[in-house]
């Protein structure tokens, strides 16, 4: 493998500069202030220069979304390896707990990520609110610990009948994106255990994680809660007597 140029490695450092100073705007003041007019002043450079980094300020942002997207699953799989001795239930609930922690510490990453808008809305490809983008880190950290407790334990999920008609074509879609990461992370997964049933409650588990945590990073709770932490632990207890496990 040939080694970068000098002219490579000084474009490599300019654009590592460029992402940390966009993420100290980030944090410091929130997703408005990260434009490219800002980076400028920030450097010392023209507006224009960072063009011939990033075509647009929505480029900058993907990137930096991946960035903090790279960080958060790094982070928790740092967490779920410590619990390797522990069984899947464990796991998955560490994880459960940790996202939050994540997002409770870092609200302004949390929000770039999970809850602004990126260019279309619902569970459009790019929807920065969904788990459609399995292959990257914080969503494979998430479904394979997930797939260690399937693989694990025989869990209470619904029918294959149950799941409305309407979204089985979705289910089937995603249940196969969901094989190849749980097969690519190495896990014996048997993938009859990923019926649509099973794919169905782990989008419903997935949404219930995201919502509490986003209504507690928004200060949106119907009412004034003075021990968040026993509410959390509370609803994760109801996750787990619902798919059948103990509450950890």
């Given at each position: 493998m040939s080694r970068p140029t000098r002219r490579?490695?000084?474009?490599?450092?300019?654009?590592?500069e460029i992402r940390q100073t966009a993420r100290a705007l980030l944090v410091a003041d929130g997703p408005e202030a990260v434009t490219l007019r800002a980076i400028a002043r920030e450097l010392g450079i023209t507006a224009p220069a960072l063009y011939r980094y990033y075509g647009?300020?929505?480029?900058?942002?993907?990137h930096l979304r991946l960035d903090i997207v790279g960080d958060l699953g790094d982070e928790l799989a740092g967490e779920v390896a410590e619990l390797a001795e522990d069984d899947g239930a464990v796991q998955l609930?560490?994880?459960?707990?940790?996202?939050?922690?994540?997002?409770?510490?870092?609200?302004?990453?949390?929000?770039?990520?999970?809850?602004?808008?990126?260019?279309?809305v619902g569970s459009a490809p790019s929807s920065a609110a969904t788990l459609s983008r399995a292959d990257e880190p914080f969503g494979r950290i998430?479904?394979?610990?997930?797939?260690?407790?399937?693989?694990?334990?025989?869990?209470?999920?619904?029918a294959d009948e149950a799941v409305p008609a309407e979204l089985r074509d979705d289910?089937?879609?995603y249940r196969g994106e969901l094989l190849s990461v749980l097969s690519e992370s190495g896990l014996d997964f048997p993938a009859e255990k990923l019926d649509l049933g099973t794919t169905y409650l782990m989008i419903q588990f997935w949404a219930r994680i995201y919502g509490h945590v986003t209504l507690e990073v928004f200060g949106?709770?119907?009412?004034?809660?003075?021990?968040?932490?026993?509410?959390f632990d509370a609803m994760l207890a109801d996750l787990a007597r619902e798919i059948g496990v103990l509450p950890r």
């Open positions: 490579g490695r000084a474009r490599s450092a300019t654009d590592h647009s300020r929505d480029d900058l942002l993907a609930f560490a994880l459960c707990r940790g996202f939050r922690h994540w997002a409770l510490t870092h609200t302004r990453e949390f929000t770039l990520v999970f809850a602004s808008p990126t260019g279309q998430f479904l394979t610990t997930a797939g260690h407790l399937l693989a694990t334990h025989d869990l209470d999920t619904p289910l089937t879609a949106n709770y119907p009412i004034p809660v003075t021990k968040p932490d026993v509410l």
